[in-house]
Nanobody, 124 residues
Framework: QVQLVESGGGLVQAGASLRLSCRASGRTSSTNAMGWFRQGPGKERSFVAGITRYGGNIFYADSVNGRFTISRDNAQNTVYLQMNSLIPEDTASYYC?????????????????WGQGTQVTVSS
């Protein structure tokens, strides 16, 4: 089993930055690709960014490409999401997820473990 705990969310104004963290515990050696997803009110959970185990492959959703940066520190069992130039449309609950096999996929059903989420609210 792998446990994921997100932190770093908050209420900010448009144009501000936030850094989300996702710390993994348990059988972290079994995790491969990690992803960030978000879910706004009344919306489906959608892919934001993903990174493979050693950072060799990184993908972003078009809506955040150029503004968000995903990274991971395997020594700390932590994945980060640096979010810059935030806009109100980024308001959502942000979830960290892990796959035990395979690379980055944009579909939530492909991920084996999930965190509880952290809320990001961007005011205009």
């Amino acid at each position: 089993q792998v446990q994921l705990v997100e932190s770093g969310g908050g209420l900010v104004q448009a144009g501000a930055s936030l850094r989300l963290s996702c710390r993994a515990s348990g059988r972290t050696s079994s995790t491969n690709a990690m992803g960030w997803f978000r879910q706004g009110p009344g919306k489906e959970r959608s892919f934001v960014a993903g990174i493979t185990r050693y950072g060799g492959n990184i993908f972003y959703a078009d809506s955040v490409n150029g503004r968000f940066t995903i990274s991971r520190d395997n020594a700390q069992n932590t994945v980060y999401l640096q979010m810059n130039s935030l806009i109100p449309e980024d308001t959502a609950s942000y979830y960290c997820a892990a796959r035990t096999t395979g690379g980055i996929l944009p579909t939530p059903a492909s991920y084996d473990y999930w965190g509880q989420g952290t809320q990001v609210t961007v005011s205009s």
